[in-house]
């Protein structure tokens, strides 16, 4: 949260509108957006009763490596996200390789977290998020079509939307 909102305050004031921005919805995407809030907050929450092990030194190795990564692909997607074009659309950075790598990035960074706790629970609620987070990304798609017409076509012709 500090990466996304603080340093994202830091770089532009119009990006922390964006970024907090969630587009209309129908239908599934709504059930699918109140699951996506109960699933961020449970994984914000539930992090706060757990403990970091350090054996098996493979598995803290791994969490350790996963979240490291992570924080550098947020930081990353969040200095692009701060700078779009002229017409508001990201296409620089990492945005090249994905169109929501702030997406990619918040779950290799929760399951690095679920690594390095050793937590089957913090995981499920990691991969709730991420379910539900499709929704989400499918209604901003929606929106983006209508927002940057021909040129967001193209951007989803040549750019997968994860990876």
């Known amino acids: ?9 830091f770089l532009s004031k119009d990006a922390i509108k964006r970024a907090a921005y ?3 919805m129908i239908r599934a995407e709504k059930v699918a957006f109140a699951i996506y809030q109960l699933a961020t907050a449970a994984i914000l929450i539930y992090m706060f009763f ?3 092990q350090t054996n098996p030194s493979f598995l803290f190795y791994t969490g350790i490596a996963l979240y490291g990564i992570g924080l550098l692909l947020l930081t990353l997607s ?6 779009p074009t002229n017409k508001g659309i990201n296409l620089q950075g990492l945005y090249r390789l994905s169109r929501n790598p702030m997406y990619i ?26 379910i539900s987070a499709h929704w989400m990304i499918l209604a901003e798609e929606r929106w ?3 927002q940057f017409g021909p040129e967001y076509l193209q951007y989803m012709k040549k750019t997968r939307r994860y990876m």
């Not at 949260?1 to 305050?9: Q, T, Y």
């Open 50 to 52: 757990l403990k970091i």
């Open 144 to 146: 983006c079509m209508e």
């Open 78 to 83: 969040i200095v692009n996200f701060s700078a």
């Open 1 to 9: 949260m500090l990466i996304r909102f603080g340093l994202l305050s």
């Open 22 to 24: 969630f587009p209309p």
């Open 105 to 130: 990035a918040y779950f290799i960074c929760c399951a690095g977290c679920a690594a390095l706790t050793r937590s089957l629970i913090l995981l499920g609620f990691v991969l709730i998020f991420q």
